[in-house]
């Protein structure tokens, strides 16, 4: 069973990130995997994203889907571009696995079948590796945006709506990785 997440829904900058993870059925469990909002440490989030893709026989791809193609198709319509993008990176054949997908959809055209599970990041535990290698893989990308754009401090909020985000949009403008069409920017 292959567990799939997203992370970045909600920010008003960057990108939504998506993570697919599969492991052997022989595979040991890393222990402290869960919900990866539940997981407040930022360098918590950095050891088991690293414990995770060094699991013997584990496969995970990771799919980045930027605030461009967001703008075009929606960010529901993103994530679950950047979800069958994940699946496929992991899944060798058609029908070769089954998928367990964070939420309340389970996105068309999906390389294998699968259900949707509401709150399966905190139930399923290849759902919350998933979940980890999204949020650490969206962090760091988040970071480097930081170095690019220092006016928003994206280091700190990773793009999410907060005051001072906003704050800094009101006073700087949009940068080229802003969501034109979440408010309040549009």
Known sequence: ????????????????????????????????VGDSKTITDED????????????PGVRFCVAVIDSKRIDAINILQAT?????????GVVDLEGDSYALVDGNRFPN?????GEPMIKGDGREYVIAAASILAKVSRDRIMREYDVMYPQYN???????PTAAHQSAIFEHGVSKIHRRTFAPIK
């Open 1 to 32: 069973v292959m567990g799939i997440d997203e992370a970045g829904r909600g920010p008003l900058a960057g990108p939504v990130v998506t993570a697919a993870c599969l492991f052997p059925a022989s595979a040991p469990l890393v222990p402290g």
């Open 80 to 88: 679950c571009e950047g979800m069958r993008a994940s699946a496929r």
């Open 154 to 160: 994206l280091k700190q909020h990773k793009g999410y």
């Open 109 to 113: 055209d999906m390389i294998c079948d």
């Open 44 to 55: 918590e989030r950095e050891r088991l994203y690293e414990e995770i893709i060094k699991v």
